[in-house]
């Protein structure tokens, strides 16, 4: 039996949170590898959040396409995704004060849930890292043709590019997790650094004064900012991953809440300023911001510091390995649990004797970032675009985890006997947050293949909710069902 701890308020006494039983063939087999504990920190748990939502990548893809659609709104679509997402953050902290585990959103949503909702809060989450880790994969198709480009002067198949980073990142995930998470935050924090000097340079040449064009919304309507914060929502999902290292990390109760907030907040701030300092700066003589291939080295230019521009498209490029590697992560440990729970086969959930890694489920993360992008790079659809649509159908993944696990907190609360005014309100304005976010995936209706989009991922759900059925027609006996025990 696997027991996660889990803290009861004030006055009552904690009670274990049981993840699942083995089966006695297995358990009479010795002690099975367990994932590594107390290996990770709070400098290690934030490395996971901000690897997963990749700042760099967001600076130099996301907030272009934002720009296309919300123009001199830019700024606005992120200050509203930016509130959505600290609204759900503070949610999610306060489930994680109580609970730690790597199946994350997954087992908060089942705390108070009835159990199909719980398995959609998993296989949700499961598509929106899975989804997540294809985007990247996209991007790094572009980056690494740009820097190849810029250096060396040829480029490579998109299909070449595309098995190197999964291959690096899935390689990197079976290895060791806690190597992987601080590489990742030092690969971004080098990479932010080198950003924000060029965003300072160019705001020390405009001088102390806004700009007006931007602070009066000019030409902006109302529905590119809400389009527009729909694709600003995927540059800041993924802050939650931290919880997904709930075993691994020490002293998680308090580590992981840190790490969400501190995600969340930091990472909106710096795309807010992002936004705007590429919006004021971007030079019209370079043509519009959201089709510039390298936006961050024709900026660079213009901050007087040229030779810095090839470098951030390096680190750029590097940043997407990053993000890959950390949704492979983050992944496969939601996915470990569900083998667990019962919801996907047993073997998934496998720790690796030596590595203290759960690499089955690393393997099996890998083969779907594979096949939800190494068939576009085939069909010669570009790295931008897959970026494009494969960070829209994360999105919906998101969304969904995000508002069951809402949905739940006060539930949650209320078997707790501690449930408040204000939990009720940050729960129902986390729900209000993301229906504002899916309407805005919806109308105006964007065009194909975008618009099949939300249908494709409803079919998914449906498929998983069809297979949990048929799962549970025949689970052996001593599985643990998918609901969590109170």
């Known amino acids: ?25 297995e358990a009479a087999k010795g002690p099975a590898p367990e994932l590594h504990h107390n290996v990770l920190g709070l400098f290690d748990s934030v490395a996971q959040s901000v690897s997963t939502m990749a700042p760099t990548a967001s600076a130099v893809m996301t907030i272009p396409l934002v720009f296309g659609s919300a123009g001199n709104g830019t700024w606005v679509s992120y200050l509203l995704a930016t509130g959505c997402t600290l609204i759900v953050a ?23 849930l009835p159990p199909f909702l719980g398995s959609a809060a998993a296989w949700a989450l499961l598509m929106a890292y899975v989804a997540s880790g294809a985007s990247v994969v996209g991007g790094f198709m572009h980056y690494g043709n740009v820097v190849l480009g810029e250096f060396l002067g040829f480029t490579l198949p998109t299909l070449v ?12 995930a079976y290895r060791d997790v806690k190597v992987s998470a601080r590489l990742m935050l030092y690969i971004e924090l080098g ?47 993924g802050f939650e991953s931290a919880t997904t290292l709930g075993e691994e990390v020490r002293n998680p109760l308090k580590t992981i809440p840190k790490a969400i907030i501190l995600s969340a907040l930091c990472s909106g701030v710096f ?8 919006v004021l700066a971007f030079p019209a003589s370079a043509g519009p911001l959201d089709q510039s291939e390298a936006p961050l080295s024709v900026l660079a230019t213009v901050a007087g510091v040229r030779r810095l521009g090839p470098v951030i498209d ?10 890959t590697l950390a949704c492979a992560t983050a992944a496969s440990r939601v996915l470990l649990l569900m ?7 047993l073997r998934l959930s496998g720790i690796h004797a030596r ?16 096949v939800l992008s190494v068939p576009f790079a085939l069909g010669k659809v570009s790295g931008e675009t897959l970026y494009d649509w494969m960070g829209s159908l994360s999105t919906y993944g998101f969304i969904a985890a995000y508002a069951l696990v809402a949905v739940a907190l006060p539930i949650y609360l209320r078997r707790r006997q501690s449930l408040t005014a204000a939990s009720v309100v940050l729960s129902s304005l986390a729900v209000a947050a993301m229906i504002l976010v899916l309407a805005g995936t919806l109308y105006p209706v964007p065009e194909a293949p975008k618009n099949w989009l939300p249908y494709l991922f409803l079919a998914y759900i449906l498929g998983a909710a069809g297979w949990n059925s048929w799962q549970a027609r025949r689970a052996p006996a001593g599985l643990v069902p998918a609901q969590a025990a109170d």
């Open 1 to 25: 039996m696997i027991w996660l701890g889990s803290c009861s308020p004030a006055g009552h006494s904690p009670e274990p949170l049981i993840v699942s039983t083995p089966p006695p063939t």
């Open 90 to 112: 503070l949610c999610i902290a306060r489930f994680a004060k109580d609970s730690s585990s790597p199946g994350s959103l997954y087992v908060y949503a089942t705390s108070s």
């Open 161 to 172: 590019l595309a098995l190197v980073v999964l291959a690096i990142a899935t390689w990197v």
């Open 191 to 237: 990479s932010v650094l080198m950003i924000s000097t060029v965003f300072a340079l160019i705001l020390w040449q405009h001088g102390l004064h806004v700009d007006v064009s931007q602070f009066t919304l000019k030409d902006v309507h109302p529905s590119g900012v809400r389009l527009g914060l729909v694709l600003a929502m995927f540059s800041l999902v």
């Open 271 to 278: 795309f807010m300023m992002a936004a705007y300092t590429e």
């Open 314 to 323: 390096i680190c750029a490029l590097i940043t997407m390995l990053a993000c």
């Open 339 to 345: 083998g667990r729970r019962g919801l996907v086969p």
């Open 355 to 370: 590595n203290g890694t759960p690499h089955v489920a690393v393997l099996a993360t890998g083969a779907a970032m594979f």
